[in-house]
Structures are given as C-alpha cells and as structure tokens.
C-alpha cells in the first residue's frame, strides 16, 4: 500500500519570503502522480501542483514550484514570495496510475502560517 | 462549469434522524467520491463510485449510504449517526481514466450530530 508522510505538522514563514514543505511517499509503483493540494479556512481543497512521475522536470505554477526526486521518493513544494493568502493547510497527495478510479491517498498535512 | 458543489453547507441532525448529503458535477467526470474529515486530519476515503456503479467501499458503517442517481449526482444518505461521525463530509470528482488530473474538491458539508 501506498504511504504519504509530511514530517512537519506546522510551517511558519514571512511575508515575501520563501518557504519549502517536505514530503516522502513509499510505493512499489513506477507511474504514479503526486500533487500539492491547499485547504483554506474556507474548506475546500484547491490543486496548488500537479506532478507525473515519468516526467523529470520539476513542475512549477507561478510562485508555487516541486522538488521531485523519485529515486528518493521525495516530493517537497516550494512557495516563493508568500503571501498572507498562501496561509492554509497543505496536503501532499498520491494517486496511482493503476485500475480503475485510483485513490487518492494523502499525507498527515502541514500547516503553514504566514506572519507580516 | 468546473464546480463541485455540495449542499447543505451546514447540518445539525439528532442521532435518530435521517438526512441527505448532495453533491453534484456538470464536468462529465465519470468517477465520484465521498471523503470524511476530522479536524486538522487528512481527508479519509470512503466510497468511490465509477459510471455510476460503487466501486470501493471502505468498511464505512451501514448507517452512510451511498447513492448515484446519475452520471452528475451523488448523494450520501444517512440514518441513526452517532456524535464520533461529526465532521466534514467532501465530495469530489474526477476523469475516470485520466489519473493525472488529480480530484476537483468540493466546499463540504460540515455535520454535527447531537
């Protein structure tokens, strides 16, 4: 079975700084996916980032970039230039590549202040 | 469209009630799932459903109900709970065959049984 692990429960940063969140996953898989989701206050999981595992360049969307190394089995999401809004809950998450309908499994979460 | 939406946003129920969540889609995702969350815990999986048929189950109690009416509605029905199921209930959709696209969330319900 899949595993996700984010080591840090929560992350602080300042505005306009850069902040990087850590994530590990173990599989036994070759093709997979893994993704950055955010949950606000407001509730609702967002996509940050999305990354295939046969692609080996990182994947970047605007301020919000990964560090993917798969043969570490390590996924971390950096944020640049953070804003007061980036403050949520972040998910990483793994989804298979396998049957049908694939799971989407996550980590324990890290959650990310952002102090002025 | 590129919504998930679920109503209500809120509920309050008695444990002998019975009520419905809704969740609905116009992004002609052919996969569907509930998901429960606890406070400051990951989403947990429960149900999937695939062209409308359920496809995985996990071990979620009788008293939730799932249901598939149609290819955009999902329902999640719900009948004697008890106060430990208080939480937020996510609906989510995804392409059936697409795996990279990851889940489109919805806003949730956020239940609480007294």
């Known amino acids: 079975a899949q595993t996700v692990t984010q080591s840090q429960p929560e992350m602080s940063v300042q505005e306009a700084e850069t902040v990087t969140l850590s994530c590990t996953y173990d599989?036994?898989?070759?093709?997979?996916?893994l993704f950055w989701y955010k949950q606000p206050p407001s509730r609702q999981m967002i996509l940050v980032i999305r990354?295939?595992?046969?692609?080996?360049q990182n994947a970047t969307e605007n301020r919000f970039s990964v560090n993917f190394q798969k043969a570490a089995k390590s996924f971390s999401l950096k944020i640049s230039d953070s804003q007061l809004g980036d403050a949520a809950m972040y998910f990483c998450?793994?989804?298979?590549?396998?049957?049908?309908?694939?799971?989407?499994?996550f980590g324990t979460g890290t959650r990310l202040q952002v102090t002025l | 469209d590129t919504e998930v939406t679920q109503t209500p946003k809120h509920l309050v129920m008695g444990m002998t009630n019975k009520k419905s969540l809704k969740c609905e889609q116009h992004?002609?995702?052919?996969?569907m799932y509930w998901y429960k969350q606890k406070a400051k815990k990951p989403p947990e999986l429960m149900f999937v459903?695939?062209?409308?048929?359920?496809?995985i189950n996990e071990s979620v109690p009788s008293r939730f109900s799932p249901e598939c009416p149609n290819s955009s509605l999902l329902n999640l029905h719900l009948h004697a709970l008890q106060p430990e199921d208080s939480a937020l209930y996510l609906c989510?959709?995804?392409?059936?065959?697409?795996f990279g696209g990851g889940y489109t969330f919805g806003s949730g319900t956020r239940l609480t049984v007294v």
């Open positions: 989510a959709s995804s392409q059936e065959r697409e």
């Open positions: 599989t036994s898989e070759s093709d997979y996916y």
């Open positions: 990354q295939e595992a046969y692609k080996q």
């Open positions: 998450a793994y989804r298979g590549n396998t049957g049908t309908a694939s799971k989407l499994t």
């Open positions: 992004m002609g995702h052919r996969a």
């Open positions: 459903y695939s062209y409308e048929k359920l496809s």
